[in-house]
């Protein structure tokens, strides 16, 4: 293309052309000049005859009118003038002579007509009009030869007929020379005009010479595209042929121009039934419609196209193909037609089949396997329900020691056997993708604290200290689902316990990451136990799987916490990992993301929360490295000056030197188990040196040993707590033993702060729960007599049935205030008695109350039995607790006049709960003072038969005195009498009578604090 875009100067080939196409424009410009000169001179000879006959006459003769000789020379001599010219115009057009005889010839008709005129001035003008026509040829040479002879002319007969040229008898030279002036400027003008006339043949042939080159140059690039664009359409007719896959072309219109063999083989139609709209009556009837529709839509829009659809072929069988299309564009970007390819997917749809028919299988199996579990829960919990629960109502009777033996290990073993079903289903939960996570808000450091105190007795006992470690800058206030965290907890510090047998086990809590939302957190359990080898590292966190099977015979458990607690850690968008050597303890790792409660305050008032801790000097006496540093830096977070010592003697030192000093500290902080000198020790001869006596004592301790409060409270200890211990908790107990060691700090409250039973008159009483005929619809006999009798303690009326149906005739005459239903029984279950009871309720009005029980504790069970109608919903097997205050929830409200009393409030120190004792009576306060009644009475019986037990040393007289003790304080709500009544069994139990004495007498000393409160509650039963 570069040819074309050059000038002819730069291209020589060009130039030649352009110079040819220039000579054959002049040519034959030249020729038809000629033949117009041929017409204008025949139409000038007759012209000059007229003129001879009307002018000469006249011009040449005076008035007469005659013929002249002028006449006859007209008509021979302009004859003789003009007949050669227009005879080689005629047979010799675009010569060079003949156009210089017409130039002549040209001039000298107008020389003729000047002279017929009889020079009149108007005829000299043709010749001025003769050379304008003459510069017609482009030739300037033309206009030389007329000039010459016009001029000739006109000089001959200027001067010797001078009235022929310029009708006078004598010519001044001057006229001439005029004349000659006007010829030569005509000249001057017509020669720039041809100059620029060539100029512009000039131009007019370059520029047809370019188009002409450019023109031969597409012509090649058409065939050499043309000859590509055959050999590209050979090749593809011959790929295609020869193609796996179909391919078909249409027309712009969309109808079928080609089909390649194997398309013609896939539809099983030749090229001639294919052609046009014909492949359409290959598809099958029932697509063929949907097809063709789709098809004319991507036409009309232009657009591709994209189908599955079934084909009939001519055998009869039918066939899946997936046709795929795109549009052909030509260079205006107008769709010149569609190419597509069609693709025999038949193998593909049958795989795709069997695989919905594998899913749908797997889905089934799934349920079925889900009912399964459903099945094996309730199957399992069912009896095991009957185990606990009866176990618990035999463990309340009088027994003897073997028997009580025998029923407090079948209650280990069944709440065992209940750990690992637990296990087991939370599992199945996960695998079958029904376990969802509950996010609610939650105090960090209360959980964690909550949750380590459950295990720390379990740490004590094998004498590993549990340390809680959380940074100061986590958040406390979380959006999580706690209850899963804790879990997560329990089986990695639970582990980490197992298999440690002594030294540490660490909890560390600090943010891998934050943002405004959310927090990442690392948490860290690090124990000193057994280790895990490398290669058993990664399959730890599988199913049933332990590092050593050794371990499962010498330690126990099913091999699934590590692995459920993986799935938990996925669920909160987090990962699990382990970092262990065999023999120096392992340091599990796993992340968690919870958003944070920007809303979440703390609503807990701390007795002493105005005393100023900033800069106050306290004592940190731990012989645990970790347990130290974590302390010291919860004081130090605390704005206090802690100084750590590892054990009692330099705690004695630095004591006393601070003190020599003048820097005396306010608070010490004593560890209770120090090897050599324990915490008590300390303690013991700080109290015994007058200078030491100064700072405030606390105590913490591992596990809470039979006689720890009770040696706390003989040394003035100002607070004891049982590690870990979480950065709020020792913040309060700080402040409080602070306020209770210096009151002038802190006055009293004017107003009590916390709930306790009070007696006030009726009509101020608040809601109260009677006594309520309740049905129950079970069919296992031993569940019945568990329920039963948990009613029967908690004071309500049961009637039992077996079955729905016998529940639904039984509910049909009323009389019952509420309905216990299993719902799993022959005959008709609690869903199906449950609809049909609120479907005669709907057309006969009232609701009665419906508490579903379960034993599949499966996902939607609590969803299927509120959707059935139910109130609500309780798992096997059954607490009472849990039993009772759901019977208070659901139950119908009592009247004003049905309660005898109610409660108020006022502050208590932990001797008595009096929200958890009303509770614990089903949130009646006439029962609870008739049970208080009946304690105060009972009580004293039970102290005199432990003194002589103690007295005789008689373990078993003991150890039932303060079981049955221990039972009635629980029910009260007493934890401090509660615990010195167990610490006591626990001891009478284990045969150590040498330190039953003070634990007894910690228990009295709880009881005689109790009495009071409990007296209050008898004196106003026996006023109503």
Known sequence: MSEVIASPAQNPSLAARAEVLLDDSRRKLRARTDRLFAGLMAIQWLAGIAAAIWISPRAWAGATSQVHLHVYAAIFLGGG????????????????????????????????????????????????????????????????????????????????????????????????????????????????????????????????????????????????????????????????????????????????????????????????????????????????????????????????????????????????????????????????????????????????????????????????????????????????????????????????????????????????????????????????????????????????????????????????????????????????????????????????????????????????????????????????????????????????????????????????????????????????????????????????????????????????????????????????????????????????????????????????????????????????????????????RIRATPELTGATLMMLTSGGQPGDAERCRELGLAGYLMKPVSRSNLLQAIRQALAARHPALHPAPEKPRRHSLALVPEQESGMNQRRLRILVAEDHPVNQRVVVRILEKLGHEPTVVENGELALHATATGGFDLLLMDVQMPVMDGFEATAAIRARESSQGGHLPIVGLTAHAMKGDMERCLGAGMDAYLSKPLKISELSATIERVAAPVTSADRPFAVSAEDHDGVFDPDQALENAAGDPVLLAEIAQLWLEDAPTRLAQIRDGIAASDARTIERAAHRLRGSLSTLAAPLATEAAANLEKLAAGGHLATVVDVAAALEAEISRLRPRLERLAEHREAA
């Open 81 to 684: 003038i003009s007949g050669l010219p227009i005879l080689l115009a005629l047979l010799r057009p675009g010569r060079t002579s003949t156009r210089h005889v017409i130039a002549a010839g040209q001039m000298l008709t107008s020389a003729l007509l000047i002279h017929l005129s009889g020079g009149r001035i108007e005829t000299h003008f043709h010749v001025f009009v003769s050379l304008a026509f003459l510069a017609f040829y482009r030739d300037w040479r033309v206009l030389v030869t007329a000039s010459a002879v016009i001029a000739t002319d006109h000089i001959l007969r200027g001067l010797f007929w001078p009235q022929s040229v310029y009708g006078v008898l004598a010519a001044s030279p001057w006229r001439a020379l005029e004349h000659a002036g006007w010829v030569v400027f005509e000249d001057c003008v017509l020669f720039l005009a041809i100059q620029q006339g060539l100029s512009d043949m000039k131009g007019s042939a370059d520029r047809q010479a370019q188009l002409e080159s450019s023109h031969q140059l597409m012509e090649r690039e058409v065939q050499d595209r043309t000859r590509d664009l055959r050999g590209s359409e050979e090749r593809f007719r011959s790929l295609s042929a020869s193609s796996p896959i179909g391919i078909f072309e249409t027309d712009s219109a969309g109808k079928c121009v080609y089909t390649n063999p194997r398309w013609q083989e896939i539809f099983g139609i030749g090229m001639e039934q294919s052609v046009g709209d014909g492949w359409q009556r290959a598809i099958h009837a029932g697509d063929r419609l949907e097809v063709a529709d789709a098809w004319t839509d991507a036409i009309t829009r232009c657009e591709p196209f994209h189908r599955e659809f079934r084909i009939r072929t001519a055998d009869g069988s039918e066939r899946w193909v997936s046709a795929r299309a795109a549009t052909l564009r030509r260079e205006d970007t107008a769709v010149a037609g569609y190419v597509g390819t069609v693709e025999d997917i038949t193998q593909h749809k049958q795989a795709e089949a069997e695989s919905l028919r594998a899913r749908e299988t797997a889905l089934e199996t799934a349920r079925l396997k889900s009912e399964f579990l459903a099945n094996m829960s309730h199957e399992i919990r069912t009896p095991l329900n009957g185990v606990i629960g009866m176990t618990e109502l035999a463990l309340e009777t009088e027994l003897t020691r073997g028997q009580r033996e025998y029923l407090d290990t079948v209650k280990v073993s069944a709440d065992s056997l209940l750990s690992v079903i637990e296990d087991i289903l939370d599992f199945s939960k996960i695998e079958a993708g029904k376990l969802e996570l509950d996010p609610t808000p939650f105090s960090l450091r209360d959980t964690l604290s909550m949750t380590l105190k459950t295990l720390a007795l379990r740490a004590d006992k094998k004498g590993v200290e549990l340390v809680c470690d959380v940074r100061s800058d986590v958040p406390d206030a979380l959006l999580a689902d706690s209850g899963r965290f804790r879990q997560i907890l329990l089986n990695l510090v639970g582990n980490a316990i197992k298999f440690t047998a002594q030294g540490e086990v660490v909890v560390e809590v600090a943010i891998e990451s934050m943002s405004d939302e959310d927090v990442v957190l690392h948490v860290c359990v690090a124990d000193t136990g057994i280790g895990i080898p490398a290669d058993k590292q990664a399959s730890i966190f599988e199913s049933f799987t332990q590092a050593d099977m050794s371990t499962t015979r010498r330690f126990g458990g099913t091999g699934l916490g590590l692995a459920i607690s993986s799935r938990l850690v996925a669920m909160m968008s987090g990962r699990i990992w382990v970092e262990s050597t065999p023999g120096h303890g392992s340091r599990f790792h796993f992340t968690a993301r919870m958003a944070v409660d920007t809303a979440g305050t703390s609503t807990t008032t701390v007795e002493g929360n105005d005393i100023p801790l900033d800069g106050l000097r306290a004592l940190v006496v731990d012989d645990n490295e970790t347990n130290r540093r974590v302390l010291v830096e919860m004081l130090t977070h605390l704005k206090m000056v802690p100084t750590a010592a590892a054990d009692g003697v330099s705690a004695l030192s630095e004591l006393a030197f601070a003190r020599s000093a003048g820097e005396p500290y306010a608070l010490v902080v004593l560890d209770g188990h120090m090897p050599e000198m324990d915490g008590f020790d300390v303690a013991r």
